[in-house]
């Protein structure tokens, strides 16, 4: 059973840091591109980073460039997010998500995903 399990999420003080890490069974992880991507309550899900199966490149959006650093650890099967300097606005539920190409921050373009991990930034 191929299933995607995410871990990490808590609340969290304005200018704190979070790991989050999502970890796969039934798949080999090291084969797929990982995307992270968020949803907060009424908007749509976004992209936050990705990390490719190939060469490890990776992708960020411009709203966590700097601050959340996304790496892949493939003996243990883990992709994580380090988000540093969280802020308000980066509240979410975080989800990570599987897909058999190259690291996009398209939502619709990945094929497993996991129940998502609640981040809130709030003091």
């Known amino acids: 059973q191929v299933q995607l399990v995410e871990h990490g999420g808590d609340l969290v003080q304005p200018g704190g840091s979070l790991r989050l890490s999502c970890t796969a069974s039934g798949f080999t992880l090291a084969n797929y591109a990982i995307g992270w991507f968020r949803q907060a309550p009424g908007k749509e899900r976004e992209g936050v980073s990705c990390i490719s199966s190939t060469d490890g490149s990776t992708d960020s959006a411009d709203s966590v460039k700097g601050r959340f650093t996304i790496s892949r650890d493939n003996a243990k099967n883990t992709v994580y997010l380090q988000m540093n300097s969280l802020k308000p606005e980066d509240t979410a539920v975080y989800y990570c998500?599987?897909?058999?190409?190259?690291?996009?921050?398209?939502?619709?373009?990945?094929?497993?995903w996991g129940q998502g991990t609640q981040v809130t930034v709030s003091s």
């Open positions: 998500a599987a897909a058999f190409h190259l690291c996009i921050l398209r939502p619709e373009t990945y094929d497993y």
